[in-house]
């Protein structure tokens, strides 16, 4: 199956920093690419959807200025956590969805934000 | 508005068979999709239907009945592995996802 890629798996910053996740899709094209916040033992929630080339679009209630979404190639997109602050602390989860007509999406690993 | 309903938490016995339901309301229909999410780690593809029947791989077998909004992921002779949190998901008109909130699968010796 397809793999998905993310880095870091966890990281730990102190408030006001901002902190870069990196979603690489290592075996196939990805021309769509979505980015999930989860919350502990709640369901996952789809912040953004961003596809290659062209800006993302993010959920109601998702700051795209705090929230920066890049997705410069077909097997890269960066989610940039800008000015952290604790309420940001998280698990950040990527997905990407190829080009071969399938619609099911291929999950990163995962990154667990911890903001101080 | 968009919904998908699934139990919060179910209890089954290990070597057992457990039926996981789910029911759905969207704006269109492009696939329901089941996921696997172990505590602490990301979800991982167990299936996709798009026509109604059953489709089975291994252990596992998903049901679905668009008429009915209405599918279900069968899981036999349960394992203590296979504790953990089991999603649907629906794609919607623009082949959006919708996300279940999660049933919970607790398997006990």
């Known amino acids: 199956g397809a793999v998905v890629s993310q880095h870091p798996s966890r990281v730990i910053c102190k408030s006001g920093t901002s902190v870069k996740i990196e979603c690489r899709s290592l075996d196939f094209q990805a021309t769509t690419m979505f980015w999930y916040r989860q919350f502990p033992k709640q369901s996952l929630m789809l912040m953004a959807t961003?596809?290659?080339?062209?800006?993302?679009?993010?959920e109601q209630g998702v700051e795209k200025d705090k929230f920066l979404i890049n997705h410069a190639s077909l097997t890269l997109s960066t989610l940039t956590v800008t000015s952290a602050h604790p309420e940001d602390s998280s698990f950040y989860i990527c997905?990407?969805?190829?080009?071969?007509?399938?619609?099911?999406?291929?999950f990163g690993p995962g990154t667990r934000l911890t903001v101080l | 508005g968009q919904n998908i309903d699934q139990p919060t938490e179910m209890t089954a016995t290990e070597g057992a068979i457990v039926q996981i339901n789910c029911t759905y309301q969207t704006s269109g229909f492009n696939g329901l999709f089941w996921y696997q999410q172990h505590a602490g780690e990301a979800p991982t593809f167990l299936s996709y239907n798009v026509l109604d029947g059953l489709e089975e791989k291994g252990r596992f077998s998903s049901f679905l009945s668009r008429s009915k909004g209405y599918s279900y992921l069968l899981l036999k002779e349960l394992q203590m592995k296979d504790s953990a949190s089991y999603l649907c998901a629906v794609s919607d008109s623009n082949y959006q996802l919708i996300w279940g909130a999660g049933t919970k699968l607790i398997i006990k010796p």
């Open positions: 997905s990407a969805r190829g080009t071969s007509g399938r619609e099911e999406q291929f």
């Open positions: 961003s596809n290659e080339g062209s800006k993302a679009t993010y």
